[in-house]
């Protein structure tokens, strides 16, 4: 019981795909992209996020449509030209899409004041009195917690590509591999327009 139930956690796959996977990932994008606003955080990539130069709603709704967009029509693209099965476009960009959900709880989190802070920082400071700031190491600590957030996102993505395009061993991996490295790169070069 207690093995389904950390399989479930891992790869929600199983139980939810398709339409009803975009629908829900759908929803949490809104709802993403409505915390990340409120809480000041930028997702400047696939793997990367922080203040930025923009605060426009525009900008946030843009970041999380390519956040989302991207990876999920790499993905698409290389499920057709690998895998033998018939392969669904509502399946991968259901998945990836509800792949992305825990980027609410991870926006809830830098709501937190150790990361709002880091709104505030001079990083342009020299490095001497940069380390002086006040609550630099705890915000550092706090921005290291929500590497789990995306460690989470990343688990669920690489069982969103396997389930939706029946990916398995070398050709999975080294698909995923290309697509997160490639889709951060790619999204980072769109993403920047918005500044």
Same mark, same amino acid.
């Given at each position: $019981?207690?093995? %389904?139930?950390?399989?479930?956690?891992?790869?929600? +796959?199983?139980?939810?795909?398709?339409?009803?996977?975009?629908?829900?990932?759908?929803?949490?994008?809104?709802? #993403?992209? #409505?915390?990340?606003?409120?809480?000041? +955080?930028?997702?400047?990539?696939?793997?990367? &996020?922080?203040?930025?130069? %923009?605060? #426009?709603?525009?900008?946030?709704?843009?970041?999380?449509?390519?956040?989302?967009?991207?990876?999920?029509?790499? +993905? +698409?693209?290389?499920?057709?030209?690998?895998?033998?099965?018939?392969?669904?476009?509502?399946?991968?960009?259901?998945? *990836?899409?509800?792949?992305?959900?825990? @980027?609410?709880? $991870?926006?809830? &989190?830098?709501? =937190?004041?150790? $990361?709002?802070?880091? %709104?505030?920082?001079? @990083?342009?400071?020299?490095?001497?009195?940069?380390? /002086?700031?006040?609550?630099? =190491?705890?915000?550092?600590?706090?921005? =290291?917690?929500? !590497?789990?957030?995306?460690?989470? !996102?990343?688990?669920? $993505?690489? /069982?969103?590509?396997? *389930?939706?395009? %029946?990916?398995?061993?070398?050709?999975?991996?080294?698909?995923?591999?290309?697509?997160?490295?490639?889709?951060?790169?790619?999204?980072?070069?769109?993403?920047?327009?918005?500044?």
């Amino acid at each position: $019981m207690m093995d %389904n139930k950390l399989n479930l956690c891992l790869n929600p +796959f199983v139980k939810i795909a398709g339409g009803k996977a975009l629908l829900w990932g759908v929803l949490g994008i809104v709802v #993403a992209t #409505a915390t990340s606003w409120y809480s000041g +955080f930028h997702y400047h990539g696939l793997l990367h &996020f922080g203040p930025a130069p %923009n605060d #426009a709603w525009w900008c946030y709704v843009v970041e999380h449509l390519v956040v989302w967009l991207v990876p999920a029509l790499l +993905f +698409f693209i290389g499920g057709l030209l690998l895998s033998t099965s018939r392969i669904r476009i509502v399946d991968v960009f259901g998945t *990836v899409a509800f792949a992305q959900l825990p @980027f609410i709880l $991870m926006n809830l &989190f830098t709501l =937190l004041p150790p $990361m709002q802070r880091l %709104n505030t920082l001079d @990083f342009d400071l020299p490095p001497s009195q940069l380390l /002086n700031q006040p609550g630099l =190491l705890v915000t550092l600590w706090f921005s =290291l917690i929500s !590497i789990v957030f995306l460690v989470w !996102i990343l688990v669920w $993505m690489y /069982n969103a590509l396997k *389930v939706s395009c %029946n990916l398995k061993g070398t050709k999975l991996g080294v698909l995923y591999t290309i697509v997160i490295i490639g889709s951060d790169a790619l999204c980072r070069i769109l993403i920047r327009l918005c500044y």
